[in-house]
């Protein structure tokens, strides 16, 4: 069973920067896909950015090259670097780790951009 932990989330002004991550214990396989998804209030939640252990990553429209994935293989942790943040990213942030067709998904961590 994987658990994954969020943290770095917080209260930050728009063009402020945030760096969030995920630290993953119990059996990691280099084939699991580590990402984040982002649920605003009323929204569905959404795809964010992904990354494989090899270092590939997918990252949605609306990144445009503000938000960076990273991930440490040797300790299991994913980052995201969200620079240029503005209101509408404001949104719960969630850590989840895919395995062919199964998820897991950390508790979240709170992301608000005060304008």
């Known amino acids: 069973q994987v658990q994954l932990v969020e943290s770095g989330g917080g209260l930050v002004q728009a063009g402020g920067s945030l760096r969030l991550s995920c630290a993953a214990s119990?059996?990691?396989?280099?084939?699991?896909?580590m990402g984040w998804y982002r649920q605003a209030p009323g929204k569905e939640r959404e795809l964010v950015s992904g990354?494989?252990?090899?270092?590939?990553?997918k990252h949605a429209d609306f990144v445009k090259g503000r938000f960076t994935i990273s991930r440490d293989n040797a300790n299991n942790t994913v980052f995201l670097q969200m620079n240029s943040l503005q209101p509408e990213a404001t949104a719960g942030y969630y850590c989840?780790?895919?395995?062919?067709?199964?998820?897991?998904w950390g508790q979240g961590t709170q992301v608000t951009v005060s304008s």
């Open positions: 990354i494989t252990s090899g270092g590939s990553r």
């Open positions: 989840t780790l895919k395995r062919g067709w199964s998820s897991s």
């Open positions: 119990g059996s990691i396989f280099s084939s699991d896909i």
